[in-house]
């Protein structure tokens, strides 16, 4: 199994899949279709199927092109009229592609968007906009609740699990961990990690899951250190884990970007 990144945009990753020997390739969050269709081109593909995590334009942009080059390309995504699957699916559904050798796992990731959700297989989670390295996704419709649910859900899922999220917002996510969690040496090895990764061309992501969870404030609601900063910025006694992540994510939309 081959997994190309496709940068797009100023921040954006796609992923294209394909077996070794195969002619046929998935590409999960096509925001634009030139730069799939490049690298369908250089690796000799033809695009089979498409996933879609959820419906923002830099995550689906790129469909319709795509379908008038590859007219019986499959389109997956979860019940949203403002996605256009042909192919509705749901939390914990399998997927089955010809053009793969593995079964993906539907996990409904709802709270950036009501609809989101991610596709997993073989400790490779796609997962959008919900959980990125050191940081997570903005709140644009669901609770608070949802997103502590879903990043609850990931939080779960085995420790060597890849994370290939959507974005190369780590370093600037760092920065904000830095004010929660100053003391955290993990964290400031990745910041180290990170900025020679970007200086020399390439991208942090995918990253682990068992490093996100030593770094990232949005995984850590349950770890003292976060929980006593959050208390203390806002000078607040909170119970619950999910009023943690809550006060974690306000501080960083109120108070940093
Ligand atoms: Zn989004």
Not at 106 to 131: E, P
Not at 214 to 235: W, Y
Request: proline share 4%; aromatic share 10%.
């Amino acid at each position: 199994m081959n997994i190309v990144q496709i940068p797009a945009f100023t921040d954006n990753y796609f992923w294209l899949m394909f077996e070794d020997n195969e002619k046929s390739a998935v590409v999960v969050d096509p925001g634009d279709s030139a730069p799939v269709i490049k690298s369908l081109k250089d690796n000799n593909l033809e695009l089979t199927d498409i996933l879609i995590t959820h419906h923002h334009n830099d995550h689906i942009g790129g469909v319709s092109e795509l379908k008038k080059v590859f007219p019986k390309v499959n389109i997956f995504g979860p019940s949203d009229p403002r996605i256009p699957a042909d192919n509705i699916v749901k939390n914990e559904d399998i997927i089955k592609l010809d053009s793969l050798n593995e079964e993906f796992r539907v996990l409904d990731v709802r709270g950036h968007t009501n609809s989101h959700i991610a596709y997993y297989f073989d400790k490779k989670l796609f997962c959008g906009d919900t959980l990125f390295s050191c940081g997570c996704g903005r709140l644009f419709e669901g609770t608070y609740e949802d997103m502590h649910k879903a990043l609850t859900k990931i939080k779960n899922l085995p420790k060597e699990t890849l994370i290939y999220c959507a974005h190369e917002y780590t370093l600037d996510n760092i920065g904000f961990a830095k004010l929660l969690d100053p003391n955290n040496h993990d964290l400031i090895a990745r910041e180290e990690e990170v900025k020679k990764i970007l200086k020399e061309g390439g991208y942090s992501v995918p990253s682990v899951l068992e490093n996100e969870l030593k770094i990232n404030p949005f995984l850590r609601f349950d770890h003292k250190d976060v929980i006593s900063s959050v208390q203390n910025h806002f000078n607040l006694k909170l119970n619950k884990e999910s009023e943690i992540f809550k006060y974690t994510r306000q501080w960083k939309d109120n108070e940093y970007d």
